[in-house]
């Protein structure tokens, strides 16, 4: 009998696709709207100052960075691939909102997303996916999505700017 993973098909596999890109609007959107916002949270926590409007126009970037990776890795077939780094990526920046919430007792913008949305995806994406990459692809891209969280984190710390 062969595992389940091999009788989901492609079709199964791009609706997965379109859950990142759903469910990282709903994040930006708590960011946006949660509390004072995660811009006025960063001054008060970090104290970072990041503009409401410089906070859109990356998460902007952001959103658009994860449609072009989508379509990019359907058009170059590694799809799965991809899946695993954006499941990396929405687990490690849940667990970041997750413990930064529990360090400093207090909610932050975002937490609700991260623990109800992008930890579960980012858990059942790593885990439905390993199967499908060789062992050496699946830790590389679980690598890549550290790396792209660490780059975010950097970003945020400048308030934004790449200069």
């Known amino acids: 009998m062969k595992p389940v993973k091999e009788h989901l098909s492609d079709t199964s596999v791009d609706f997965w696709s379109w859950l990142f890109p759903i469910t990282y609007l709903m994040h930006i959107a708590e960011e946006y709207w949660g509390g004072d916002g995660y811009p006025a949270y960063l001054l008060k926590l970090r104290g970072v100052h990041l503009s409401p409007t410089r906070f859109l126009i990356a998460q902007t970037i952001g959103v658009v960075l994860v449609l072009v990776g989508i379509y990019l890795s359907r058009r170059f077939k590694f799809l799965n691939m991809y899946l695993v780094i954006l499941g990396a990526v929405v687990l490690v920046n849940g667990l970041t909102h997750m413990i930064t919430s529990f360090l400093h007792l207090s909610y932050g913008p975002g937490l609700i997303t991260s623990i109800l949305i992008w930890m579960p995806l980012g858990i059942a994406t790593l885990v439905r996916f390993k ?14 999505g550290l790396g792209i969280n660490g780059v975010v984190a950097l970003l945020t710390l400048k308030g934004g700017r790449i200069v």
Not at 131 to 144: C, P, Q, T
């Open 131 to 144: 199967g499908s990459l060789s062992d050496r692809k699946y830790w590389l891209a679980v690598l890549i």
